[in-house]
């Protein structure tokens, strides 16, 4: 297309031609320069790295970003886990695939995207990525045995993974860890609090999903003398540097990067009033309830935990909360100045959903919510 329009509008010039058929061909041929013919160059900055460059069409963001060796955070690149998440400053994106499986609707409204899934529309886009904690550590690729698997509850286990060296993290993150069998890995957060020089052995919360290509195999024993691939640390949930009240909300096997968070915050005696809200279906799904009385009873500040059920049988005489645990969020609180609390959340979609909309609407700021949430394979186009 390019070409022709190139040629025939050179040829044709209305000077040299003036009657009214060139002159008509001549307009015709502007046209389809004008739809087909060379468009300008498009341009990407990302902030804060103060990072510009010149972005092929039909390329995403994060592709050209990393082949610009911008340090853009990703793990993915399908669009579920959210690392790659960004504000959109300027210009608009083609979504490959929709953001709002993975982002919330109080994000998408502010502008945020996913790099690894937008294709740049406009002439200049400039995206600002959420800051780091300064100290993470760079993924590496580590080769893994399971050495234990724990039943904490009926679909909960605790696996425990041997490592062919030390691996530092920041306590929240996770792990890619992908076995010979399934076709890519899987994200687990580390349920552990890290250590300063490393850990040999890491433990994840792992809950059972229905047809699920890792976790059948893994309940099953049928990774057990196997070699995964463990790729880590990722992600961006950790413990903001504050003294405001945090409150934290896992559901089911979230509560994991929870328990690695608090366990850090408490063996760092961190001073601030913390909440810990979990939401389970039945009594028989609540676990580490030891360990998480453990860290009330040293921790700085007051601390509460509310486990709340969602299935709990009428008649069983259990005393807590019941419903769904975000319909607890605003009580846990009573008398907070919401726009200065801080949110942590992990677990399922929907709760994540749930509780953003909640804090938000009590007035926290969209920025002070962070979470992972354990999205799966369920909503992605590729196969396991
Ligand atoms: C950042 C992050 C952290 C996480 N941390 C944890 C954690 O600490 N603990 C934890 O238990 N989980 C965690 N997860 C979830 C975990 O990564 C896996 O998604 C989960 O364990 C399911 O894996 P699976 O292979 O068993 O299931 P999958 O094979 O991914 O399948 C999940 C479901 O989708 C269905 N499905 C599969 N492929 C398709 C398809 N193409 N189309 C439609 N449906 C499909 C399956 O039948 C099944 O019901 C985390 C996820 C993220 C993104
Ligand atoms: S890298 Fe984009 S969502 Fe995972």
Redesign the pocket.
């Known amino acids: 297309m390019l070409p022709l329009a190139d040629s025939v509008s050179s040829d044709l010039a209305p000077s040299r031609f003036p009657n009214d058929f060139r002159m008509k061909v001549w307009l015709m041929a502007s046209f389809l320069k004008s739809i087909f013919g060379s468009k300008p160059a498009k341009t990407v900055k990302v902030e804060p790295f103060g990072s510009e460059f010149e972005i092929p069409n039909g390329q995403t963001l994060l592709e050209s970003a990393l082949q610009h060796n911008v340090p853009f955070p990703h793990?993915?690149t399908v669009g579920?886990?959210?690392?790659c998440k960004c504000k959109l400053k300027t210009g608009r994106v083609k979504a490959i695939t929709d953001f709002g499986y993975t982002l919330s609707r109080q994000e998408l409204e502010a502008g945020y995207i996913l790099a690894c899934q937008a294709v740049p529309r406009d002439e200049l886009t400039v995206v600002e990525v959420e800051s780091q904690a300064e100290d993470t550590p760079p993924p590496e690729k580590f080769v893994g045995r399971i050495a234990s698997r724990e039943t904490l509850t009926h679909d909960?286990v605790r696996v425990t993974i041997e490592l062919d060296r030390p691996l530092r993290y920041i306590a929240g993150q996770?792990a890619n860890i992908k076995s010979p069998n399934?076709a890519r890995g899987?994200?687990?957060?580390f349920?552990d609090a890290p250590e300063r020089n490393g850990r040999s052995r890491i433990s994840?919360?792992?809950?059972?999903?229905?047809?699920?290509?890792?976790?059948?195999?893994?309940f099953t024993g049928r990774l057990d003398d196997l070699q995964l691939e463990v790729d880590a640390p990722?992600?961006g949930?950790y413990l903001r540097m504050s003294t405001v009240p945090m409150v934290c909300v896992a559901g089911?096997?979230?509560l994991?990067?929870l328990m690695s968070l608090l366990e850090d915050a408490r063996k760092s005696r961190v001073r601030r009033r913390c909440i810990l809200l979990f939401g389970a279906r039945s009594q028989a799904d609540l676990y580490v309830l030891e360990q998480i009385k453990g860290i009330a009873n040293a921790w700085q500040d007051p601390f509460d935990f509310i486990p709340v059920l969602s299935e709990e049988p009428a008649d069983s005489g259990w005393k807590g909360a019941r419903g769904l645990v975000t319909e607890f969020i605003a009580s846990s609180l009573p008398d907070a100045n919401w726009a200065e609390v801080e949110g942590y959340m992990?677990g399922p979609p929907g709760m994540i959903d749930a509780g953003i909309g909640v804090m938000t609407g009590l007035g926290t700021r969209l920025g002070s919510i962070h979470y992972?949430?354990?999205?799966?394979?369920?909503?992605?186009?590729?196969?396991?």
């Open positions: 793990n993915c579920t886990c959210g690392s909960i996770y399934v899987r994200y687990y957060s349920a994840f919360f792992v809950r059972k999903v229905p047809g699920g290509a890792f976790t059948e195999a893994l990722h992600g949930f089911g096997s979230g994991a990067p992990c992972d949430k354990f999205t799966d394979e369920s909503h992605s186009s590729n196969s396991i």
